[in-house]
């Protein structure tokens, strides 16, 4: 049998993740590749919880980028639960990209990240020195030469002679080196049709992208400790019905869960003054997204100790 399809010969297209510590800059790589934002940025750590998926399609290559939460040192469930997702998910990558910041020492975080992955023995391992328009070129070259010996300490194992596939300095702020980041990665992509159609960015359900819009306008300029005690259900998205059909308009309920009551006051602000801050930001990127004008009913719920609670977890969708 002979599988007919509309792709060039020697046609290329799989899987790859970017892990990272946080704040490494894995989200503004994914979308810098991608060229519209699909994975949720935050100068705050550890934003990106759902595996979201960014679609990089070239003339002779597909490149789908599971962007994973990172791999923390587990200290609750959740902590624990997210572990568990990224091994599955980092298990079946045709190649994995490491995170390193060019504009920061490397920590224990980074070493600990690279024992995880030294499990990944057939797994290629690319290292990216992201941000380089924040170091100089001296603080560079000594980053890549650290990231290098790095690869060959801890990564004995890897296919090839071990240590990292490859090094790709790149700045996805300034634009400078991503296509070589995409050329590098496709390059350990299996001979392959086109897994998504031409034009397909994200295969998140709407909703789950909805959630992390509200969930990244929640976390503006709040404090460090309410990253890890906030969550955002949308509960139900719909079109509104009697609308003329040039001008549609959708609503959508969803809640933002707290642990405390404490976290609630942080929430909702002087008089409801941040809350309806949080909507108006939400709304502006969710009607970016859907293309079409949107009502958002946001309420804000406190369920405490969510983290550690299974059955919390399930509802919130983890
Ligand atoms: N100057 C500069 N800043 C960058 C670059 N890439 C990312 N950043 C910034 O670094 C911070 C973290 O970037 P993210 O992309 O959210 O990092 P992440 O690794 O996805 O973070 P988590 O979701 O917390 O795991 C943000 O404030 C970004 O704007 C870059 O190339 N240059």
Same mark, same amino acid.
């Given at each position: 049998m002979t599988l007919s399809v509309d792709a060039p010969e020697n046609y290329r297209a799989g899987f790859v993740s970017l892990v990272g510590r946080p704040n490494a800059g894995k989200s503004t790589l994914t979308n810098a590749l991608v060229g519209q934002k699909v994975a949720i940025t935050s100068s705050k750590p550890q934003t990106t919880r759902h595996t979201i998926r960014g679609i990089v399609h070239r003339p002779d290559f597909q490149l789908i980028l599971v962007d994973? %939460?990172?791999?923390?040192? !587990?200290? +609750?469930? /959740?902590?624990?639960?997210? @572990?568990?997702l990224v091994e599955a998910t980092l298990a079946e990558m045709d190649a994995v990209g490491l995170c390193i910041p060019a504009d920061e020492k490397i920590g224990p975080g980074?070493?600990?990240?690279?024992?995880?992955?030294?499990? /990944?023995?057939r797994t290629p391992i690319i290292a990216f020195v992201t941000k380089t328009d924040k170091a100089g070129p001296a603080a560079l070259t000594e980053q890549l030469l650290a990231v290098q010996r790095?690869?060959?300490? /801890?990564? %004995?194992? +890897?296919?090839?002679?071990?240590?990292?596939?490859?090094?790709? %300095?790149?700045?996805?702020?300034?634009?400078?080196?991503?296509?070589?980041? $995409?050329?590098?990665l496709s390059q350990h992509l299996p001979a392959s049709p086109p897994l998504y159609p031409d034009g397909e960015l994200t295969d998140e359900p709407d909703h789950v992208l909805v959630a992390e819009l509200i969930r990244e $306008?929640?976390?503006?300029?709040?404090?460090?400790?309410? !990253?890890?005690?906030?969550?955002?259900?949308?509960?139900?998205?719909?079109?509104?019905?009697?609308?003329?059909?040039?001008?549609p308009l959708v609503d959508i309920w969803a809640q933002i869960y707290v642990e405390r009551d404490s976290q609630k006051g942080i929430i909702i602000g002087k008089k409801g003054a941040r809350?309806?801050?949080?909507?108006?930001?939400?709304?502006? @990127?969710?009607?970016? /997204?859907?293309?079409?004008p949107v009502f958002l009913d946001l309420r804000v719920k406190v369920a405490k100790e969510w983290q550690r609670d299974p059955k919390q977890l399930n509802r919130l969708g983890f």
């Open positions: 994973t %939460p990172g791999i923390h040192r !587990p200290r +609750t469930l /959740l902590g624990e639960r997210l @572990n568990d980074d070493r600990y990240i690279v024992e995880q992955l030294a499990g /990944l023995n790095l690869g060959e300490e /801890l990564l %004995p194992n +890897t296919i090839g002679d071990g240590g990292f596939a490859d090094i790709v %300095p790149v700045s996805a702020v300034k634009d400078h080196q991503v296509d070589v980041v $995409a050329e590098v $306008a929640a976390l503006e300029d709040v404090r460090d400790e309410l !990253p890890h005690s906030v969550a955002v259900v949308v509960e139900d998205m719909q079109a509104r019905e009697d609308r003329p059909e040039d001008r809350l309806r801050a949080i909507g108006a930001q939400a709304r502006t @990127n969710i009607e970016r /997204l859907l293309g079409t």
